[in-house]
Nanobody, 116 residues
């Protein structure tokens, strides 16, 4: 089993920045994909960004150019740097990882609120 612990959420004004972290622990085998999803009230969960073990990244169109995903393989940690935050970025952000056996795991979620 893999445990994911997220941190870094909070309240920020429009145009501000936040950095989310997600540390994986437990029975870790090669984490092929690490990523972030988000779910706003009344909406479905959506993909924000992913990063593969080789460093290839992918972003949702709504965050491209504003968010940056990175990972530290030695620490089994994935980060999401969020800049130029908008009101529409308000959501619960979830960490997700997929290992080499196609098992996926979710974090408990961290609230990001963008408000003036």
């Amino acid at each position: 089993q893999v445990q994911l612990v997220e941190s870094g959420g909070g309240l920020v004004q429009p145009g501000g920045s936040l950095r989310l972290s997600c540390a994986a622990s437990g029975s870790i085998v090669s984490l092929v994909v690490m990523g972030w999803y988000r779910q706003a009230p009344g909406k479905e969960r959506e993909l924000v960004a992913t990063i593969r073990s080789g460093g290839v990244t992918s972003y949702a169109g709504s965050v491209k150019g504003r968010f940056t995903i990175s990972r530290d393989n030695g620490k089994n940690t994935v980060y999401l740097q969020m800049d130029s935050l908008k009101l529409d970025d308000t959501a619960v952000y979830y960490c997700n990882v997929e290992n080499v056996y196609w098992n996926t795991y979710w974090g408990q979620g961290t609230q990001v609120t963008v408000s003036s």
